[in-house]
C-alpha cells in the first residue's frame, strides 16, 4: 500500500478518535490534549473552518492553562493569514509534545 494512503488511513482513523473522545467527554470538555491533537489534525489538512469553530468551543480555562494549545492556535492563525514565514517560525518557536507530532 503507497505511504500516502497510509497516511491518509492513520489521519482519517486519528481524527475520527479525536472527535469521538470530544463529543463523548464528561461533562462535554475533554482533556487539553484531546483539544491539542484535534486542532493539530484540522490544521495539518488545512480545514480551517472546523479549526476555528473548535478554538471557539473550547473552555477558556484550558487555553489559557495548556500553553501548547495556544502555541498551536499562533500556528493556525499565521496559516488563517497566509503568513508563511510566521508559520515557520510559530512552529520552531515552541517545544512540541509526541503526540502533537503525530
Not at 473552518?49 to 499565521?78: D, F, H, M, S
Given at each position: 500500500?503507497?505511504v500516502?494512503?497510509?497516511?491518509?488511513?492513520?489521519?482519517e482513523?486519528?481524527?475520527?478518535?479525536?472527535?469521538t473522545?470530544?463529543?463523548e467527554?464528561?461533562?462535554?470538555?475533554?482533556?487539553?490534549?484531546v483539544?491539542?491533537?484535534?486542532?493539530?489534525?484540522?490544521?495539518?489538512?488545512?480545514?480551517?473552518?472546523n479549526?476555528?469553530?473548535?478554538?471557539?468551543?473550547?473552555?477558556?480555562?484550558?487555553?489559557?492553562?495548556?500553553?501548547?494549545?495556544?502555541?498551536?492556535?499562533?500556528?493556525?492563525?499565521?496559516?488563517?493569514?497566509?503568513?508563511?514565514?510566521?508559520?515557520y517560525?510559530?512552529?520552531a518557536?515552541?517545544?512540541?509534545?509526541?503526540p502533537?507530532?503525530?
Amino acid at each position: 500500500m503507497p505511504v500516502a494512503v497510509m497516511l491518509g488511513e492513520h489521519y482519517e482513523k486519528l481524527l475520527e478518535q479525536c472527535e469521538t473522545q470530544e463529543l463523548e467527554a464528561p461533562g462535554g470538555i475533554a482533556t487539553p490534549q484531546v483539544y491539542c491533537q484535534l486542532l493539530s489534525l484540522y490544521l495539518l489538512h488545512n480545514d480551517m473552518n472546523n479549526a476555528r469553530y473548535l478554538w471557539k468551543r473550547i473552555p477558556q480555562a484550558i487555553k489559557t492553562a495548556t500553553p501548547e494549545l495556544a502555541a498551536i492556535w499562533t500556528v493556525g492563525q499565521c496559516i488563517w493569514q497566509r503568513d508563511f514565514p510566521g508559520i515557520y517560525s510559530a512552529i520552531a518557536a515552541h517545544q512540541w509534545s509526541e503526540p502533537v507530532l503525530l
